[in-house]
């Protein structure tokens, strides 16, 4: 398995196959959360996936216009393959969970595994920026890495009542014959 292809010659280059990356990460992820919010249950939840949905697009945006700006007009997108096995895995899991609120805890952890890969990358794209001395770059970037973090921190909250009410004892009812 190649980490990398031939033609990553230096760190532009390398920056630029990244943001193709994370440009098809966050359209991927525009496509997944209205099926998050349809399948929460807890309102706080899906409000926070709405919320977040809104900041995916707008993630869509920065990222295209960073990619505009890094290949004089291109934005084509590469296929990031970590988001795409943590939405099947999500999908997987979603599918699963027959109780509503082992569902919801569920979607929180796939979210925050998410997040946690966008944190990642955004994290390393806007150093990368940085050192490329692309400054207008490294800030829009690090303005998704704040509002990932965030996303990240309300699912944290979020969660904190969602996982206790999966925890409760399930009563389990039978009717005599």
Partial sequence: MKLFSENIEDLRTLYIA????????????????????????????????????????GHVAKVESILRDATNGNADTSTCKAISALITEAEDNIKDAGDTSIRDITLIASAQQVEHHEIAVYGTLRTWAELLGDDDAADLLDSILDEEKNADELLSTISDSVNTTAAEPKTVTSTAV
């Fill in 18 to 57: 990244n943001l193709k990356k994370a440009l098809d990460m966050e359209q991927k992820i525009t496509k997944a959360l209205p099926t998050m919010i349809e399948k929460s249950t807890d309102p706080q939840l899906a409000t926070a996936f709405r919320n977040h949905l809104t900041e995916t697009q």
